[in-house]
């Protein structure tokens, strides 16, 4: 039963004053069709929606909420540095505290610049690669998502390829012209293309663990070769690690494959569900930024100390409670149970996984790692898929692009709820797709 005032009819109102109803295109459900649920409140593992509806959430606020929501000690520092004021336009020691966590755990940053989205991020980088080695090109790759910058917005993930739109509108070709996109997994053409116009690219971004247009896990040589090349033709390596970052492990996909970048962005988990970004590398380069340096770069919230309290309590807890090795057994049991539900079921699935970050990946054979071996027919299982465990309580996101997150929250119990969940629907499904 929809209430008056349940999401449908606020969706309704939204819809008037907010273009699609939302704050950020994903959340609008286009991709799955129907109405975006309007959350009232979120508690561990658990959303609640203005219709008074709970579901298990594996969305966590796409990333950020690896404690779960609303956990309690991290709400309690938000209340205590709150109380101290929101905000100082002056140093604080919560942004030096995290700063020097950041640099503990990181290989090879020295220092850390805070800003307030992942966006900023990898938008400062850039910039940052560019006067470092005066250059203006750059190389991304094909499906990584970088965030809504001018110059990152060429063949990005997520929402983009939910829309089918390659890039988007607004963004002058002038500017677009200067990003080259390279197809994921491939060092011959990356060597090649490298080889020819090294000696002109600033900096070559990616996601070392892209999972903004499913999850294209890449091989550690992919990641090595990335390396040496950028090294050899003085090109800065940024990792974007807004997603992997403090998710991974303290020391993000860098540590986990062994590969180091000169620069790493943050973001999500980092601001313990609160606006912070951050990028950071060894001093040499930092020290090209305002006002040591010539490169501009600031903000009115950087550095905010409520949202640095949240970041800076939630690695505390990771860390203190083993919380990155907790979430990596969370991630296998997953697999346990979700593994033998996809095979048996009648339409292509698979789980794709590393660690905590999961792709429901709903196609035969290998899972893909570049983006031209994505089966154009998955979206529209995963539409069923994602409306059936919708029904049965299980939120994931509204789009088969995007990836699942597990959080120190969920229990074994919900893990198991979630397998009773999938295989109901796939059962239901095969007689749909
Ligand atoms: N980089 C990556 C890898 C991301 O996944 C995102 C957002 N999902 C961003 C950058 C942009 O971050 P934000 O939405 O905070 O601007």
Redesign the pocket.
């Known amino acids: 039963m929809i209430r008056l005032e349940g999401s449908a009819a606020l969706f309704q109102r939204a819809l008037e004053v907010l273009p699609g109803g939302v704050s950020s295109p994903v959340r609008a459900f286009r991709a799955v069709g129907g109405t975006p649920r309007f959350v009232r409140r979120a508690s561990g593992a658990l959303l609640e929606d203005e219709d008074g509806c709970e579901w298990l959430d594996f969305v966590g606020s796409?990333?950020p909420l690896i404690l779960g929501h609303a956990h309690p000690e991290v709400v309690a520092a938000i209340h205590r540095a709150a109380a101290a004021g929101t905000s100082y336009g002056a140093p604080c020691r919560a942004e030096l505290e995290l700063a020097e966590l950041v640099v503990e755990a990181y290989a090879g940053i020295e220092q850390v610049r805070f800003v307030s989205?992942?966006?900023?991020?990898?938008m400062s980088a850039i910039r940052l690669a560019r006067a470092a080695t005066g250059r203006d090109e750059i190389v991304k790759f094909a499906g990584?998502?970088?965030?809504?910058t001018d110059s990152l917005l060429v063949a990005a993930g997520?929402g983009l390829a939910t829309f089918g739109t390659p890039s988007s509108a607004g963004v002058p070709v002038a500017q677009a012209a200067l990003t080259h996109v390279l197809p994921l997994d491939d060092e011959a053409l990356l060597r090649e293309f490298l080889g020819r116009r090294g000696p002109r690219l600033a900096a070559v971004i990616i996601?070392p663990v892209p999972?903004?247009h499913g999850l294209l896990l890449q091989r550690r040589s992919f990641l090595q070769t990335l390396r040496n090349e950028t090294a050899r033709f003085g090109i800065v390596l940024i990792f974007?690690e807004?997603?992997s970052g403090f998710r991974l492990g303290a020391g993000g996909a860098a540590e986990r494959f062994g590969v180091a970048p000169d620069l790493a962005?943050f973001?999500?988990v980092i601001g313990g569900g609160l606006p912070v970004?951050a990028f950071g590398g060894h001093r040499e380069l930092m020290k090209l930024l305002a006002p040591e340096g010539p490169v501009y770069q600031a903000g009115t919230l950087s550095g905010n100390p409520v949202a640095m309290a949240a970041g800076l309590k939630t690695l505390e807890i990771l860390r203190l409670e083993a919380g990155w090795e907790r979430l990596e057994r969370l991630g296998e049991a997953l697999q346990r149970r979700l593994d033998p539900v996809l095979k048996r079921a009648t339409l292509p699935a698979q789980l794709v996984r590393l660690g905590s970050i999961f792709w429901l990946c709903l196609q035969e054979g290998e899972p893909p790692r570049s983006t031209e071996r994505i089966d154009p027919a998955a979206p529209e299982r995963y539409r069923h898929v994602f409306h059936g465990l919708s029904s049965r309580g299980v939120a994931l996101a509204p789009s088969a692009y995007e990836v699942g997150f597990l959080s120190l929250a969920h229990q074994e119990a919900d893990l198991e709820r979630f397998a009773a969940a999938l295989e109901a629907v796939l059962t239901e499904a095969a007689t749909v797709v």
């Open positions: 796409w990333g989205s992942g966006t900023e991020a990898t990584c998502y970088h965030g809504h997520s996601e999972a903004n974007d807004v997603i962005t973001g999500k970004g």
